[in-house]
């Protein structure tokens, strides 16, 4: 505290009672957090711990939460939302059977991005819209992983082998076959910038930045450790700021601009 630095406080396993590793972690909007937990979301109000069964799911890696705090869920071959009940617990409710039978088994369910269209669920090869009661099914081309991201106001997907694409409507097109875009194994952030430009980071390169349908590399002294320790997902934080997770090396902060914060 005397260095200004905030206290840190870790829970074990034993203590929420689930396994160690939690995939995905959000805030609502009265301050309660739910963690990914394997076959379950944990819910903590800062003094309890409680655990929401999502079955079938095998591991909830997907958790995004809107305004209005339900927490929509995806697993597995799962994906769903919370809801709250009369006494103002949360409970499962699965959509698995809003979907054709064709997409049922999508395999990993990687992200879940609340827009104004709905909630789009990205999984392996599909994106499921979830709006007006119904889902919206895109199965892409490639055997691949998908990564998406809500930029303004469309969504964009990469995928290896394919490259950065741009959802207009119902169809998509291309923006760009740059090899970061179709060699990386998924593209951790995009964000768009005051310029116009978008700032993408990238699992191994480090910083670049997208002009129109043209990548360039962003020089940037972040880059020497993102490239050492293998970027896994960025988040937008207040002041124009960014945190980028890793695999290997923490979280690391950053301005707009692409430097240290």
């Known amino acids: 505290l ?3 630095r905030p206290t840190v406080r870790n829970y074990l396993a034993s203590e929420y009672q689930g396994r160690a590793q939690n995939m995905v972690a959000v805030q609502d909007s009265r301050g309660l957090f739910y963690f990914g937990n394997w076959a379950q979301v944990l819910e903590f109000d800062g003094e309890t711990w409680r ?7 095998a591991h909830v890696r997907a958790l995004a939460v809107d305004d209005h705090d339900p ?23 699965s959509l698995v059977s809003h979907l054709p039978s064709s997409a049922l088994n999508f395999g990993e369910l990687w992200s879940t991005t609340i827009t104004p269209q709905g909630v789009f669920y990205t999984a392996s090869q599909h994106l499921f819209l979830w709006a007006n009661q119904r889902f919206t099914v895109w199965r892409l081309p490639s055997d691949s992983r998908l990564s998406s991201q809500w930029l303004g106001d469309f969504l964009y997907v990469t ?13 998509f097109h291309l923006v760009s076959k740059d090899p970061i875009f179709t060699l990386e194994k998924h593209i951790p952030l995009l964000t768009r910038r005051s310029d116009g430009s978008i700032l993408v980071c990238s699992v ?25 320790n ?3 997902a960025g988040f937008l934080l207040q002041q124009s ?21």
């Open 71 to 93: 927490v929509y869920v995806g697993g597995v071959n799962e994906l769903g939302y919370l809801d709250t009940d009369s006494q103002g617990g949360k409970t499962y409710v």
């Open 204 to 228: 191994h390169q480090g910083l670049f930045e997208l002009r129109g349908h043209k990548l360039w590399p962003l020089p940037s002294e972040v880059n020497a450790f993102l490239k050492k």
């Open 51 to 57: 655990g929401i069964a999502i079955p079938h799911a």
């Open 230 to 232: 293998e970027a896994e």
């Open 159 to 171: 995928q290896p082998g394919v490259g950065l694409l741009k959802l207009e409507g119902n169809t």
């Open 241 to 261: 700021r960014i945190a980028i997770t890793t695999l290997l090396g923490g979280m690391v902060i950053l301005n707009s601009d692409g430097s240290f914060a």
């Open 2 to 4: 005397e260095a200004g």
